[in-house]
Every structure is written in C-alpha cells, then in structure tokens.
Nanobody, 119 residues
Framework: VQLQASGGGSVQPGGSLRLSCAAS????????VGWYRQAPGKQRELVAA???????KYGDSVKGRFTISGDNAKNTVYLQMNSLKPEDTAVYYC??????????????WGQGTLVTVSS
C-alpha cells in the first residue's frame, strides 16, 4: 500500500491550495481517510477526515475554510484549503484506515507535503 501526497507549496495569507492523496494497493472508498498536519514544535493534529460512507469531519481550526473530498475513480482524496492563514503552515500527511481521529491511529500513512503560508 502506498499513499502519495502532493500539492503542497508556498502561498500568501488568504490564498488557496489543494492537496491530493493518491492510493495504490488500497481502495480509498472503503476506508476512512484523513489529513493530519504537524507544525514545528507542535503535536500532530487532525485537519479533516472522510469516512467510507462519505461523511466529513474537520478540525475546529479549519472548519469553514477546508473541504475534504474523494474521487473514487481516481482513488484519490483531496483537501481543498481556502483562506489560508500563517498558522496553517505545517507538514500535511494523509492517512488511510483511520481508527481513531484524535490519536491519529491509522493503518497507512503517506509522506508529508509542506504547506507554507507567508507574506
């Protein structure tokens, strides 16, 4: 199983980015998939997750700004990030087979993709 995260980069405050998490060897639509992030000196936190039934869950700090979605045909989960703030700066990781949102327990993890929000 491989999860390939992409789409990170540098953006100014207020800007947008879309992260992608493409899976091989795993049916994403049959799993709960999540995006987590970790900023320097901080603990990893849940950003957003989507269950196999298609129900989204968001961290409090990103509600109303980020949207998680899936494309079953492409076996890919996306994280659309709008109205980005400097505090969104972190390495973002995708995870599949999430079993505990808060503890970040998941069966599979992708490599991180860096998001930097700065003027």
């Amino acid at each position: 199983v491989q999860l390939q995260a992409s789409g990170g980069g540098s953006v100014q405050p207020g800007g947008s980015l879309r992260l992608s998490c493409a899976a091989s060897g795993l049916n994403m639509s049959a799993n709960t998939v999540g995006w987590y992030r970790q900023a320097p000196g901080k603990q990893r936190e849940l950003v957003a997750a989507i269950t196999f039934a298609g129900y989204p869950k968001y961290g409090d700090s990103v509600k109303g700004r980020f949207t998680i979605s899936g494309d079953n045909a492409k076996n890919t989960v996306y994280l659309q990030m709008n109205s980005l703030k400097p505090e969104d700066t972190a390495v973002y990781y995708c995870a599949a087979g999430v079993r505990n949102y808060g503890l970040g327990l998941a069966d599979y993890w992708g490599q991180g993709t860096l998001v930097t929000v700065s003027s």
